[in-house]
């Protein structure tokens, strides 16, 4: 018998799913004939003759209590129950832009953002002055890596409502991410000057006054969010990776205590345990720091659940793209107009020195460092590269496409540093596509790499293979592979330098650098600490002070627990 009902259940769900409520409802009446006590079938057929009641004219709206309800089933996590009968409210009353809102919202939820910006783009249509739906519209371009087109979504909705926090704080969080610290100061300022107590600016405020050299200012931010919010994990974890903790530290006791809400959610133990770990480590504790690293690294890979087979196959892919010789530019004399700065390229995995050599390189005064720049892969990716063979057009849309993401920067100088790590994934479509752009491949000991890798909390979802000590010293020897690759098929185009060599033998190594890239000598390069620009990741600190030796080294605090990744990476 049940078998049966859930079946007819099931049928009716699909129907009304598809809109088909006149179908839907008649299955729920025939299942309440036979058993009409069956509250599953009662409540859906309630739910379901709400939907029909309303709809009494075209373009009559939902009811209050419909949308009450689906916010309510959004808010409890219900997403594909809130999606089921947001979509069939949006069929019924296709004019409601509340609706079509927070469809957006939905599917930005489900990992679906392409749908989120057709939802969020027809609440708009719908009602062109709904502010919150141009903010949720940046917020998903955003995602998508789109930032021009995130920062104008931003800007309308700031046009409609001038007043409106949120959008100064996601235009600033936006302009950081185009290399604009600058302007993000102002939109963060703006947000605070509306809402004092808004603690996610204060912490925005605070990373971009510690990517500016500002680590003083940045502590009084953080602190000011954890006035507003004691309880507010992510702030404790970018306080501690600006200070130095000191034995008796409040700040531990109170990360300690919210750790130990049974009710805490996955996200802000995650940041507990990464603050913990760097605490204890400056302290000296280093068995507590590594137990807090392990759990937080084990609670961000059940986040994230990555898989090494996806990376070994991506990496199979691409070298199967050039299998048959690397495509060349059709007209490359016709395209020289787009290449009026030199791009260089500072590549290799995560934590191994790049933003050392992106700062030294960026003291010359005819080099500009743009950090860690989205452009390449979705440059890449918006080709539909995958195939065995790849055709000059595609080669020629990577060239436009990066190109005009520099050109956006607006910057006088000559060269611009791109130091995005993954980059690496797609030396060969620099090659083909932008031929003459230095490629700088940093290499560190693999034992400091994979261990700096693991320690670090990255902020993007796409380091997936840091959290774990297998996954991250096998994606480190497929690293290895694909730069042999690389190499292999593209000799004496690739720069390689030693993160190690260049500690120990700065002017020597750093000479040779700018010699290679084509660009004379300037004394002030060795000075670099001294070179007033924003650095936007964990290194900001080190690179602020003289060249020093040993950091290759600290990875042997831990190796009493670190025996299994040593083995693996032996010979690496």
Same mark, same amino acid.
């Given at each position: 018998?049940?078998?049966?009902?859930?079946?007819?259940?099931?049928?009716?769900?699909?129907?009304?799913?598809?809109?088909?409520?006149?179908?839907?409802?008649?299955?729920?009446?025939?299942?309440?004939?036979?058993?009409?006590?069956?509250?599953?079938?009662?409540?859906?057929?309630?739910?379901?003759?709400?939907?029909?009641?309303?709809?009494?004219?075209?373009?009559?709206?939902?009811?209050?209590?419909?949308?009450?309800? &689906?916010?309510?089933?959004?808010?409890?996590?219900?997403?594909?129950?809130?999606?089921?009968?947001?979509?069939?409210?949006?069929?019924?009353?296709?004019?409601?832009?509340?609706?079509?809102?927070?469809?957006?919202?939905?599917?930005?939820?489900?990992?679906?953002?392409?749908?989120?910006?057709?939802?969020?783009?027809?609440?708009?249509?719908?009602?062109?002055?709904?502010?919150?739906?141009?903010?949720?519209?940046?917020?998903?371009?955003?995602?998508?890596?789109?930032?021009?087109?995130?920062?104008?979504?931003?800007?309308?909705?700031?046009?409609?409502?001038?007043?409106?926090?949120?959008?100064?704080?996601?235009?600033?969080?936006?302009? +950081?991410?185009?290399?604009?610290?600058?302007?993000?100061?102002?939109?963060?300022?703006?947000?605070?000057?509306?809402?004092?107590?808004?603690?996610?600016?204060?912490?925005?405020?605070?990373?971009?006054?510690?990517?500016?050299?500002?680590?003083?200012?940045? +502590?009084?931010?953080?602190?000011?969010?954890?006035?507003?919010?004691?309880?507010?994990?992510?702030?404790?974890?970018?306080?501690?990776?600006?200070?130095?903790?000191?034995?008796?530290?409040?700040?531990?006791?109170?990360?300690?205590? &919210?750790?130990?809400?049974?009710?805490?959610?996955?996200?802000?133990?995650?940041?507990?345990?990464?603050?913990?770990? #760097?605490?204890?480590?400056? +302290?000296?504790?280093?068995?507590?720091?590594?137990?807090?690293?392990?759990?937080?690294?084990?609670?961000?890979?059940?986040?994230?659940?990555?898989?090494?087979?996806?990376?070994?196959?991506?990496?199979?892919?691409?070298?199967?793209?050039?299998?048959?010789?690397?495509?060349?530019?059709?007209?490359?004399?016709?395209?020289?107009?787009?290449?009026?700065?030199?791009?260089?390229?500072?590549?290799?995995?995560?934590?191994?020195?790049?933003?050392?050599?992106?700062?030294?390189?960026?003291?010359?005064?005819?080099?500009?460092?743009?950090?860690?720049?989205?452009?390449?892969?979705?440059?890449?990716?918006?080709?539909?590269?995958?195939?065995?063979?790849?055709?000059?057009?595609?080669?020629?849309?990577?060239?436009?496409?990066?190109?005009?993401?520099?050109?956006?920067?607006?910057?006088?100088?000559?060269?611009?540093?791109?130091?995005?790590?993954?980059?690496?994934?797609?030396?060969?479509?620099? +090659?083909?596509?932008?031929?003459?752009?230095?490629?700088?491949?940093?290499?560190?000991?693999?034992?400091?790499?994979?261990?700096?890798?693991?320690?670090?909390?990255?902020?993007? #979802?796409?380091?997936?293979?840091?959290?774990?000590?297998?996954?991250?010293?096998?994606?480190?020897?497929?690293?290895?592979?694909?730069?042999?690759?690389?190499?292999?098929?593209?000799?004496?185009?690739?720069?390689?330098?030693?993160?190690?060599?260049?500690?120990?033998?700065?002017?020597?190594?750093?000479?040779?650098?700018?010699?290679?890239?084509?660009?004379?000598?300037?004394?002030?390069?060795?000075?670099?600490?001294?070179?007033?620009?924003?650095?936007?990741?964990?290194?900001?600190?080190?690179?602020?002070?003289?060249?020093?030796?040993?950091?290759?080294?600290?990875?042997?605090?831990?190796?009493?627990?670190?025996?299994?990744?040593?083995?693996?990476?032996?010979?690496?």
């Amino acid at each position: 018998m049940t078998l049966s009902v859930d079946k007819f259940l099931r049928k009716a769900k699909s129907h009304a799913k598809k809109g088909e409520i006149d179908l839907a409802v008649q299955i729920l009446k025939d299942i309440l004939d036979r058993y009409p006590k069956n509250k599953q079938a009662i409540e859906r057929l309630k739910s379901l003759q709400q939907l029909t009641e309303a709809y009494v004219a075209p373009g009559a709206g939902p009811s209050r209590q419909q949308l009450v309800e &689906l916010t309510a089933l959004y808010k409890e996590g219900k997403l594909k129950d809130c999606l089921a009968q947001g979509e069939v409210l949006a069929k019924r009353f296709p004019n409601e832009p509340i609706t079509a809102n927070l469809l957006g919202a939905v599917y930005v939820a489900l990992g679906r953002p392409k749908q989120a910006v057709a939802s969020y783009t027809r609440a708009i249509q719908i009602k062109f002055d709904f502010a919150e739906a141009h903010n949720n519209l940046g917020d998903v371009r955003k995602i998508l890596g789109e930032f021009e087109e995130a920062v104008a979504s931003y800007q309308r909705a700031l046009q409609i409502k001038p007043d409106f926090d949120v959008a100064h704080n996601n235009l600033g969080e936006v302009l +950081i991410d185009m290399g604009q610290p600058d302007r993000a100061l102002s939109s963060f300022a703006k947000a605070l000057q509306i809402q004092p107590n808004f603690a996610d600016s204060h912490i925005n405020l605070g990373t971009t006054l510690n990517s500016l050299g500002k680590p003083d200012e940045a +502590i009084a931010s953080y602190n000011r969010a954890l006035q507003i919010n004691p309880a507010f994990a992510k702030a404790h974890r970018f306080l501690s990776t600006v200070k130095t903790f000191q034995d008796g530290d409040p700040q531990i006791d109170l990360m300690l205590q &919210l750790l130990e809400r049974k009710s805490l959610p996955k996200e802000d133990r995650i940041h507990l345990n990464f603050g913990l770990a #760097k605490a204890h480590e400056d +302290i000296n504790d280093y068995d507590k720091a590594f137990s807090y690293f392990i759990e937080g690294n084990r609670l961000c890979k059940e986040e994230l659940n990555y898989k090494t087979a996806s990376t070994r196959a991506l990496f199979a892919k691409i070298k199967a793209a050039f299998s048959s010789g690397t495509p060349v530019l059709r007209n490359l004399e016709g395209l020289a107009s787009d290449n009026r700065q030199q791009p260089i390229f500072i590549l290799g995995m995560p934590r191994s020195g790049a933003t050392l050599v992106e700062q030294i390189l960026a003291s010359h005064s005819q080099v500009y460092g743009a950090g860690e720049l989205v452009l390449l892969g979705p440059s890449v990716s918006a080709t539909e590269w995958i195939s065995a063979q790849l055709s000059s057009d595609q080669i020629q849309s990577i060239r436009r496409s990066y190109f005009s993401g520099l050109e956006r920067l607006r910057v006088p100088e000559l060269y611009i540093t791109d130091k995005m790590p993954v980059n690496f994934w797609w030396i060969g479509f620099i +090659i083909a596509a932008l031929p003459g752009a230095s490629i700088i491949h940093v290499k560190r000991d693999a034992r400091a790499t994979c261990w700096s890798n693991f320690k670090h909390y990255f902020s993007r #979802k796409g380091n997936g293979y840091a959290y774990d000590f297998q996954d991250v010293s096998e994606y480190y020897k497929m690293y290895i592979d694909l730069m042999a690759f690389w190499q292999k098929l593209f000799p004496g185009q690739i720069y390689d330098l030693e993160y190690e060599a260049l500690t120990e033998h700065q002017e020597d190594e750093s000479r040779k650098l700018f010699k290679h890239v084509g660009l004379n000598w300037e004394d002030q390069c060795l000075e670099f600490y001294k070179t007033e620009r924003a650095i936007q990741t964990a290194s900001v600190m080190q690179v602020r002070r003289e060249m020093y030796q040993g950091s290759s080294n600290q990875w042997k605090k831990y190796e009493e627990y670190l025996g299994p990744m040593v083995k693996s990476l032996r010979g690496f």
